[in-house]
C-alpha cells in the first residue's frame, strides 16, 4: 500500500490526482506533516525527479527541500501511535526508529531512554489516577444509554462532591482538629472570658427532664436542642487560643477560624475557574465564527458511544429535532428581518410590559420570603408550642416558601418567554438566566430578612451590644441553623420528589391507558433545572460553612445520596429530553453558574465578617468588636520588619499602583487579542483567495497545454480537454486515462509553479 | 491530548493484543485462530463485524470498518481491528481523529467531500426523515459554512478547519471498547 495514507489511492499505486498539484509546495508539506521520515526521504526522491522531470526550476526542489527538512525535525517526537498508517506500517516504523537509537551516542541512548520511562510513568500514573476516579463505571454506564449531555451532569456532581471534601477537610484540619487533639496533647485551652454583663449570657438551650421522642427528631431536622451546642455550629467554637507546652507554641484559633473561611473560597474559585479554562477558550473559539451549527450537526452530531438501540433511536430522534429546529431558526431569522417598523415597537411594548410583570413577581416572591422569616423567627422566639406538626412547619417556613417559589416561577418564565417572541436558542438562554437569578437571590432575601431582625433593637434604640443579644443571644448559631435547615429540606424534596412524584408519573404512564396519561408523558431528565438546584444546595453550603463548620460533610454525603438517587430515577423513570443540551458548551455553563453562586455567597459571608458585630456570648471572636478584627489586632502583634510590610501592602499607594498595573495589563491584552482577531480574518481571505488563484493558474495552464502541439506523443492524453472545462473537479476525477500528465511534456508556458 | 510515547514497547503491543483478540476471535470463531504468532492471513468480513455492541447502532459502521480496513471492502485483518480501535479510541489525538473522519465521510473516496456525499451522509444520520428540500437546505447551508475556497465542495483544508472550530467533535468521535 502506498506511504500516503491522507489520499486514496488506485489500484496501481498511484495518487489519482493531477500531479501538477502534486508539485505545489503546500501540498507537499501536506504529505510531509503526515508522514514518517524513511518515506519521506522516498517521496523526496520521486518528487525531485519528477520536479526536474517537468524542468520547473531550481528553486522550488530547493524549498521543497528545506521544507522537508523543518518537518522532519518536527516528526521526529511524533508518536507512532498517532500516525495514520497501517499496523504493518507503524512496526517497521518502530523497528527503524530502534535502529536510529542504537546509532546515537550512549549519552544520547541514555538521554531518549529516561524521557522514554519518564513518560511512561507519566502515562501510567495518569491511567491509575483515572481509573480511581469516583463512579467511573456508573458514569460509563450513563454516557452509554444517554449520551454525552446528561453525563456532564453527573460528573459536574462528582466535581462538587471532591469540592465539599476538601472544604471540609480543610475546616476540620484547621478549626476541629485542634480543638480535639488538645486534650490529649496537653494542651492548654484558653476560653474566651468577656464580662460584657448582659452580652454574654447564653441560655443554655439542652432540653431538660423528661423529653418526647419526636422532640429529638424535631431538634436533629432544625438544629437545635441537643445539637446546639456542639461542634455543628459556630457557639462552640468558645476558644481563643491553645498553648501546646510540648512544642511551646500558641495555636490562635480565632485567626485560624477567620484565615479558613477566605481560605476555602478562594480554593473554590481557583478550583472552578482552573476547571472552566478549557471550556472557555473553546467557547470563545465558538463564539468567534459563525454559530456553525449545520456542520456541527452532521460531522459531529453522532454520539459514537451509544451503543444500546433505544438510546440510538432517541439520539437520531434528537438529532433531527435539532436540524429542524435550526431550520426553523433560519426561518424565524428571515422573518424578524421582515419586520415591519409597527411590528417592533408592538413586540418592544409587549416585552416591556412583560419583563415588568416577572419583576413584578420576582418582588412577591422576594416578600413573601421575608415575611415567612419573621415569622419563623417570632414563632421560635417566643417558643409555644402548639404540636410537633406545626412547630415543625414554622421551623421550616422560609425553607417551604423558597422552595415552592422556585418551582412556580420557572413554569411562569417558560410561558411567558412565549409571547415575547425572541429566536429559540435565546429563549432558552433567557429563561435560565431568570431562573438562576430567582434560586440564588432567593437565599441573599432569607439572610437579607434574618439579619435585619438581628440588628433591630426597637423603634429608635441603637442596639446595646451591636446586635439584639436578647433575642439572639449567638445569633452565627442561629444563621447556621437557617442554612442547615435549608440543606436538610432541599435533600428531602429532591428525595420526595423522586420517589413521590416521578415513580407514580412512570407507573401511570406505563399502565394507564387514558388521554391524559400519554399526554402527560413520561419524565424527561431536565438538565438546567437539575443544574440549578445542585448549584442552589452548593451556594448554600458556601454561606453556611462558617457558620456551621461542619456543613461541608452534610453537604459530601448529601451529594453522595443524590447522585444514586438521581442515576436510579434517570434509568428507570426518564427518558432523554426531546430539546438535546450540548455537552461541550453545557459544561461551561454549569461552571458559569456556579461561579455567580460562588460570588453571590461570598457576599454574605463579607457583611457577616466585617459588617455586624460578633455574638459576645459564644464563638472565637469575643474579645473583638467584629470577626475580621482579629486580623488587624494579630499584625500589630508581629515583629516590626513584618508589620511594616503588612502595612505597606495594604497601603493605598500599592492598592493604586496594583491596580495601575492591572489596567496596563488588561489593555495590553485587549489590544492583543484584537491584533490576533484582524490576522485571523486577514488569513481567512487569503486561505479563500490563494484557493481561487490556484484554481485560475490550473485553468489557465490546462488551457496553455490543450492549445499546444504536443511532440512527444508517448503519454499523449488520448481525449484532449476542452480548453475550458467548467467544472473545476472532473479534472481530478479517477479515471487516469483522462488526467494531463504534465510531467513528461516539457511546459513552454512561464507560469511555473 | 494523547499520549506522547515515541514507541510501542513489546509488552503494550502484547497487552493490545490480548485484550483485542478476545473480542476480535468472538465475531468469527470458526475463522479466528487462537494462535496468531506466525501471522495468518485472516481477515473477518464487514457483515461479522458491524455486529459488534460497539459499532451495531453507528449509521455509519459500514463507512468506518471500510476506511480502516486494507482491502477497502470492510474485510478487516487483526492488525486494521486494532487500528480502528486505537484511532477511535478516547485518547487518540484530534489530527488523527480528524484524518479518518474525512476518509469516513468521504464516500466516492475523491478526496473531497462533495454535496452527494453530504446528502448521502445526512441520509444516513436521520434515516430519510428529513425531506428532499430540508436535506438540500441543509447541504446547502453546509458547505456554505465551511467551504474557504469556493469550490462548492470540502477539501481537506476546509474540513479540517471547520472540524476545529467544532465543539462537540472531540467528545462524539470516540468508541469505548
Redesign the interface.
Known amino acids: 500500500m502506498e506511504d500516503d495514507s491522507v489520499f486514496y489511492t488506485d489500484r496501481s499505486g498511484r495518487i489519482t490526482s493531477n500531479p501538477l498539484l502534486d508539485e505545489l509546495p503546500s501540498y507537499q508539506s501536506l504529505l510531509y506533516r503526515r508522514k514518517q521520515p524513511i518515506a519521506g526521504t522516498k517521496r523526496r526522491k520521486e518528487s525531485r525527479g519528477r520536479s526536474s522531470l517537468s524542468g520547473s526550476g531550481k528553486w522550488s526542489v530547493s524549498t521543497v527541500n528545506r521544507i522537508e527538512e523543518r518537518q522532519k525535525s518536527q516528526m521526529e517526537q511524533r508518536a507512532i501511535r498517532e500516525l495514520p498508517i497501517s499496523m504493518a506500517e507503524k512496526r517497521r516504523h518502530k523497528e527503524q526508529r530502534l535502529g536510529e537509537h542504537q546509532g546515537l551516542s550512549s549519552w544520547g541512548q541514555w538521554r531518549q531512554n529516561t524521557r522514554r520511562s519518564l513518560k511512561r510513568l507519566r502515562d501510567d500514573a495518569r491511567e491509575i489516577f483515572s481509573s480511581m476516579k469516583l463512579w467511573r463505571r456508573d458514569i460509563h454506564q450513563i454516557e452509554g444509554m444517554f449520551g454525552t449531555g446528561i453525563l456532564s451532569y453527573f460528573s459536574f456532581l462528582r466535581f462538587l462532591v471532591a469540592l465539599n471534601l476538601i472544604i471540609f477537610l480543610l475546616m476540620f484540619s484547621l478549626v476541629m482538629l485542634p480543638i480535639i487533639v488538645a486534650p490529649h496533647a496537653s494542651g492548654n485551652v484558653t476560653y474566651n472570658q468577656r464580662d460584657g454583663g448582659n452580652c454574654s449570657i447564653y441560655p443554655s438551650t439542652a432540653r431538660r427532664g423528661l423529653v418526647n421522642f419526636h422532640q429529638h427528631i424535631s431538634d436533629l431536622l432544625s438544629g437545635e436542642g441537643f445539637l446546639e451546642q456542639t461542634l455543628l455550629f459556630y457557639g462552640y467554637y468558645k476558644v481563643d487560643k491553645i498553648h501546646f507546652p510540648k512544642v511551646n507554641s500558641t495555636y490562635n484559633l480565632a485567626l485560624a477560624y477567620l484565615l479558613a473561611t477566605v481560605a476555602y473560597l478562594l480554593l473554590s474559585l481557583f478550583w472552578i475557574v482552573k476547571r472552566s479554562a478549557t471550556g472557555f477558550k473553546r467557547h470563545l473559539v465558538q463564539d468567534e465564527d459563525r454559530f456553525q451549527s449545520f456542520c456541527n450537526k452532521i460531522f459531529a452530531g453522532w454520539d459514537c458511544c451509544i451503543s444500546n438501540e433505544n438510546a440510538a433511536k432517541l439520539k437520531r430522534s434528537s438529532l433531527l429535532y435539532e436540524l429542524k429546529t435550526d431550520l426553523e431558526e433560519e426561518r424565524i431569522k428571515q422573518k424578524i428581518a421582515e419586520r415591519t417598523r409597527k411590528d417592533k415597537c408592538r413586540i418592544y411594548f409587549l416585552r416591556a410590559v412583560l419583563n415588568l410583570f416577572v419583576i413584578g413577581v420576582l418582588a412577591a416572591c422576594f416578600y413573601g420570603i421575608y415575611v415567612a422569616t419573621n415569622l419563623s423567627q417570632e414563632a421560635e422566639i417566643s417558643k409555644t408550642k402548639v404540636n410537633f406538626i406545626t412547630d415543625l412547619i414554622y421551623e421550616y417556613l422560609p425553607s417551604i416558601v423558597i422552595t415552592l417559589a422556585n418551582f412556580i416561577t420557572p413554569l411562569l418564565f417558560s410561558v411567558i418567554i412565549n409571547y415575547e417572541d425572541y429566536s429559540p436558542a435565546f429563549e432558552i438562554r433567557f429563561t435560565l438566566m431568570r431562573c438562576v437569578f430567582m434560586r440564588l437571590t432567593s437565599i441573599g432575601v432569607l439572610l437579607f430578612s434574618l439579619w435585619s431582625k438581628i440588628t433591630y433593637c426597637g423603634k429608635d434604640k441603637s442596639c446595646g451590644c451591636g446586635y439584639n443579644h436578647e433575642l439572639y443571644s449567638c445569633w452565627e448559631t442561629r444563621v447556621g441553623q437557617e442554612m442547615y435547615k435549608l440543606t436538610i429540606f432541599d435533600f428531602i424534596i429532591i428525595a420526595a420528589v423522586t420517589l413521590f412524584v416521578e415513580f407514580p408519573r412512570k407507573l401511570i404512564v406505563k399502565y394507564s391507558q387514558c388521554g391524559l396519561a400519554k399526554w402527560w408523558g413520561q419524565q424527561e431528565f431536565a438538565i438546567p433545572q437539575n443544574v440549578l438546584e445542585i448549584v442552589y444546595g452548593q451556594t448554600i453550603c458556601w454561606i453556611g460553612t462558617f457558620f456551621c463548620p461542619m456543613l461541608p460533610a452534610i453537604c459530601t454525603i448529601k451529594y453522595f445520596f443524590i447522585f444514586y438517587i438521581k442515576k436510579v430515577s434517570l434509568i428507570k423513570n426518564c427518558r432523554p429530553a426531546t430539546r438535546p443540551f450540548r455537552a461541550s458548551s453545557s459544561h461551561f455553563f454549569f461552571l458559569v453558574v456556579l461561579l455567580i453562586g460562588l460570588f453571590l455567597a461570598s457576599l454574605p459571608i463579607a457583611v457577616s465578617l466585617a459588617q455586624i458585630s460578633c455574638s459576645k456570648a459564644c464563638g472565637p471572636f469575643v474579645n473583638y468588636t467584629t470577626s475580621w478584627e482579629v486580623l488587624p489586632v494579630t499584625v500589630s502583634q508581629m515583629p516590626e520588619g513584618a508589620k511594616k510590610l503588612l502595612f505597606a501592602l495594604s497601603s493605598e499607594a500599592f492598592a493604586v499602583s496594583f491596580f495601575v498595573v492591572t489596567c496596563l495589563a488588561m489593555f495590553y491584552v485587549i489590544a492583543l487579542a484584537g491584533a490576533h482577531k484582524r490576522v485571523i480574518n486577514q488569513l481567512r481571505e487569503q486561505l479563500a483567495t490563494e484557493g481561487r488563484d490556484k484554481r485560475f493558474l490550473i485553468q489557465k495552464l490546462c488551457q496553455a497545454q490543450n492549445n499546444q502541439p504536443v511532440k512527444r506523443s508517448k503519454f499523449q492524453p488520448r481525449s484532449p480537454r476542452s480548453p475550458s472545462s467548467p467544472s473545476y473537479h472532473t479534472s481530478f476525477s479517477s479515471n487516469v486515462s483522462e488526467s494531463v500528465f504534465l510531467a513528461h511534456s516539457p511546459p513552454k508556458s512561464s507560469t511555473n509553479v | 491530548m494523547?499520549?506522547?510515547?515515541?514507541?510501542?514497547?513489546e509488552e503494550q503491543l502484547e497487552a493490545y493484543q490480548v485484550a483485542l483478540h478476545g473480542r476480535y476471535r468472538e465475531l468469527a470463531p470458526h475463522l479466528v485462530p487462537l494462535d496468531y504468532t506466525n501471522n495468518p492471513d485472516i481477515r473477518v468480513p464487514l457483515s461479522l463485524i458491524v455486529t459488534m455492541?460497539?459499532l451495531?447502532?453507528?449509521?455509519?459502521r459500514d463507512r468506518i470498518v471500510e476506511t480502516f480496513s486494507?482491502d477497502g471492502q470492510g474485510n478487516m485483518s487483526f492488525?486494521?481491528f486494532?487500528?480502528m480501535f486505537?484511532?477511535?479510541c478516547e485518547t487518540?489525538?484530534r489530527?488523527?481523529k480528524t484524518?479518518?473522519?474525512f476518509?469516513i465521510?468521504d464516500y466516492n473516496?475523491?478526496?473531497?467531500i462533495?454535496k452527494e456525499d453530504?446528502q448521502k451522509?445526512?441520509n444516513k444520520?436521520?434515516?430519510g426523515?428529513?425531506t428532499p428540500e430540508?436535506v438540500t437546505?441543509?447541504c446547502d447551508?453546509?458547505i456554505e459554512?465551511?467551504d474557504?475556497?469556493?469550490?462548492n465542495?470540502l477539501s481537506?483544508?476546509d474540513?479540517e478547519n471547520?472540524?476545529s472550530?467544532?465543539?462537540?467533535?472531540l467528545?462524539?468521535?470516540?468508541?469505548?471498547i
Open positions: 494523547g499520549n506522547k510515547q515515541t514507541t510501542f514497547t455492541p460497539e451495531k447502532e453507528n449509521p455509519f486494507e492488525n486494521d486494532v487500528d486505537s484511532a477511535l487518540s489525538p489530527e488523527l484524518i479518518y473522519a476518509k465521510y473516496r475523491d478526496n473531497f462533495c453530504l451522509t445526512l444520520l436521520t434515516k426523515e428529513l430540508e437546505l441543509v447551508k453546509a459554512e465551511a474557504l475556497d469556493a469550490d465542495k481537506f483544508a474540513f471547520m472540524i472550530k467544532a465543539p462537540d467533535f467528545s462524539n468521535f470516540h468508541i469505548r
